[in-house]
């Protein structure tokens, strides 16, 4: 598991000495499936950083209510950890492993400190910031621009990418909770998808054709 995070730490273009800090200041954490990691009003003292499974960024309002943001995958980082940290805000959003996800957290006391000293860190700070933004803005635009049967369609394709396979393995419940919905209303789209030969329905699992 620590020569995957090394590997991709190295992948990422850390130099030696910045891998043999990340790895001896950071900590192996394991989520299980629907586990979470992060809630509304929850300090930031660590960003995580995944090495194998998916992470689901979503935000909740006051009422409960959820909107998906966007996924972490193996490599990523939460650049809105390092926000609220370097502001000093408790979380404004939530994160819960989609499956089985191990994570390095790295402490939030050490990013300031390796921004300065290392370029290739700096970098993946910015990059990582400019990457959750772009997913943010395709967010929005489904939000804004797609009909809901186009929004469900383009969610169950980044499933499908994020997790590497055609088989998604969600309620209707879950899906139409993420896409801010009625369950009824993903449950009609979804039959009308499967008629279009675009998916195959089965109990509480989704298989993209």
Not at 177 to 192: A, D, F, G, M, P
């Amino acid at each position: 598991m620590l020569n995957s995070l090394e590997g991709n730490l190295s992948q990422l273009g850390f130099e030696t000495e910045l891998i043999e800090e990340v790895m001896r200041f950071g900590k192996l954490k394991s989520l299980s499936a629907e586990e979470p990691l992060i809630h509304p009003g929850m300090p930031a003292n660590a960003m995580p950083m995944v090495i194998t499974g998916t992470l689901r960024i979503m935000r909740e309002d006051e009422e409960g209510n959820e909107v998906f943001l966007y996924y972490l995958e193996g490599g990523d980082a939460c650049a809105m950890s390092i926000s609220c940290c370097m502001n000093n805000l408790n979380s404004q959003f939530k994160a819960i492993s989609e499956s089985e996800t191990t994570l390095w957290m790295v402490p939030m006391s050490m990013i300031d400190g390796w921004m300065a000293k290392y370029s290739s860190f700096r970098k993946f700070v910015i990059d990582s910031y400019q990457d959750r933004f772009d997913e943010l803005m395709h967010t929005i635009d489904s939000i804004a621009f797609m009909n809901m049967d186009e929004r469900l369609m383009k969610y169950l394709l980044d499933k499908k990418q994020s997790q590497g396979s055609f088989v998604i393995e969600k309620t209707h419940e879950q899906i139409a909770q993420e896409l801010n919905t009625s369950r009824v209303v993903i449950s009609r789209l979804l039959k009308k998808l499967e008629r279009e030969d675009k998916v195959e329905l089965y109990r509480n699992r989704i298989e993209i054709l």
